[in-house]
């Protein structure tokens, strides 16, 4: 039987200076002055025989990047930079067919990566008239400024960027495709810090910039195409222009048309999946036709893709109320396999879209619930009370997530913000949990409250007394406050089906007798002696924390409450009537639990 094997090895060349090194998928030519990546396939079949494909060439001047994948924060600010050193830094240098690239452009393309301020830059091309060298220093000068912000303002006011810009939009047909779309991404880099509708680049080089690139669409590749894409759609948003039109904004908006309509007819020539995930949360939301493509393509392609992009994926499908599960339940899937802690920022992202998307995954949220314990002594107010209304959202209860929210709250009661204490109680009171030291703990929260009680909405301040009626920790003083005539509570129905049963256990009509339970009371008869009111409560899964058969918060007061006003409570849970299979054995299930109760209160 034929089996792929891996290999790694260096050989030497008949060229000077020139080392092959060979591994898995691909080898590198070094020489002195320059990199070259080759693509290869290697396969190890039964008859020894060695087989390459060489695929394509491409030239890099940068090192390649690695992302650690622990460290979200980090992934996507350094995600960014690195997709615009591919765009920008060493745009042009790619060519059609295998002819190497020019001596001289590798040296120009070295040289401005070397300079890292943007006088340096600016003062080096005031010496070059080749369109593409310039283009590649205003690319150069995109990632200076996006690696600092301060450069920026003052380099889009310097007479010399101007001139270069004046220059290039008459010889942009002489640019390169890479560097068309390199130039796109650099003026959304170098006035992206300018409030919107103030200055901007001159108007004539951004109209024959949209129009060069309108007419080159059908030979960029899919990645300049997503490019593309992608940058204007962050400078349409970034543009402010609403009401306004121009002839400038309506090339720009029919370049985005046609590039959206490239994009929808090539997606199968999507390879990356990070490219994909980015191009879902930056152009996805401009065509649902493109997001569907998308869609499959990610599922495709997810098993390569770094933990920041699962995370983007679940964000732009979060805000664009889109639910495709196959890929969701694939991205919980390796979510739940990663072994590497996760940042709390990144945790609470993905959580929060679970919740937008009302995904319900216990071992993805187990898995994301540990690496919030681990980072349980660095964790902030904020992220405190976010994860934990996040994780209570979905019915998921953890002890030890709990507990790790219960000691911040011990050791920051007295200073952390009234708004994050009220979203803790409420999250507590939404899995009923109660921390083991709320005798010491909960007085102190209690004074906070009543200090601060009034700095909290009024919606946040009827959720707070009611969740502390749901942990059995009711406050007066508190309740006085919502209980007055300015609040209106309008409460939820409190049981599904009522039944009055007199002595022998016989039926009673309902609206014949005094109901203290309701507002309206008024005119009926006294119950007779030994007559009980019975509530049937129906629970569905909804009900129930994740995979449990303990009741939430919520469903656990409602029982309290019915039991206190005198009901005998007849809980029917689905997991128990769905394993029945016929209405007679469903009839005859209720009637045994309702004799039960009735027994069990005669014998009390």
Known sequence: MARCIAARLCIAVPWPGIRLCICPGEFVISSSQRWQRVTMLCSHTGNNSLTRSYAH?????????????????????????????????????????????????????????????????????????????????????????????????KVIHDNRLHTMLMFLSSKLENVGHSNLVGLQWSIWQLWR????????????????????????????????????????????????????????????????????RMLELRWVEA???????????????????????????????????????????????????????????????????????????????IVNAFVQLRFFNYLVLKRLANSMVISGPQLNSWQVSEASLCFSQLKFYSPALYRTFAQHLTEHVETMEVTYL???????????????????????????????????????????????????????????????????????????????????????????????????????RPLPVGARRVAFLAYDFTHFLLQSHDLHGLSALKQRQLRRAGFLVVPVAYFDFEALTTNTQRAAFIMKKMAKILAEDRVT
């Open 57 to 153: 060439q491409t030239v890099s001047s940068t090192a390649i990047h690695s992302t650690p994948h622990n460290d979200f924060e980090q992934i996507n600010e350094g995600a960014e930079k690195e997709e615009q050193t591919c765009v920008d830094g060493s745009a042009g240098l790619k060519q059609s067919g295998r002819k190497m690239v020019p001596r001289s452009w590798m040296d120009e393309l070295e040289s401005l990566q070397l300079m890292t301020t943007t006088e340096e830059i600016l003062e080096h091309s005031k010496v070059e008239t080749k369109a593409d060298a310039l283009a590649m220093a205003v690319g150069r000068l995109g990632q200076v400024v996006s690696n600092n912000k301060e450069q920026g303002s």
């Open 193 to 260: 810090g300018q409030p919107p509708g103030e200055g901007g680049p001159p108007k004539v080089f951004v109209k024959s910039l949209h129009a060069v690139l309108s007419n080159q669409l059908k030979k960029l590749t899919y990645k300049n195409l997503s490019f593309l894409a992608e940058a204007l759609s962050l400078e349409q948003g970034h543009s402010g222009r609403q009401g306004q039109h121009s002839e400038e904004f309506e090339i720009e908006d029919d370049l985005m048309s046609k590039t959206l």
């Open 271 to 349: 390879d990356n999946g990070v490219r994909v995930a980015l191009l879902m949360a930056r152009a996805g939301p401009l065509s649902p036709l493109l997001m569907e493509r998308l869609e499959e393509k990610a599922l495709e392609l997810i098993e390569s893709m770094p933990l920041w992009a699962l995370r983007t994926m679940c964000i732009s499908l979060a805000n664009q109320k889109r639910s495709p599960q196959a890929l969701i339940r694939a991205i919980a899937y390796y979510l739940a396999q990663e072994r590497s802690t996760m940042c709390p920022k990144f945790v609470i992202d």
């Open 422 to 524: 009220a979203e803790l109680i409420m999250a507590f009171a939404r899995v009923n949990f109660l921390p083991a030291n709320d005798d010491d703990v909960f007085p102190k929260v209690f004074k906070r409250l009543e200090a601060e009680f009034d700095h909290l909405k009024l919606s946040t301040q009827l959720m707070v007394v009611w969740c502390l009626c749901i942990l059995g920790l009711p406050q007066p003083n508190l309740l006085v406050q919502v209980l007055s005539p300015s609040f209106y509570l309008k409460m939820v129905d409190e049981y599904d089906a009522e039944v009055l049963l007199n002595s022998d256990g016989t039926p009673m009509p309902l609206h014949e007798f005094e109901a203290p339970h309701l507002v309206d009371n008024s005119g009926l």
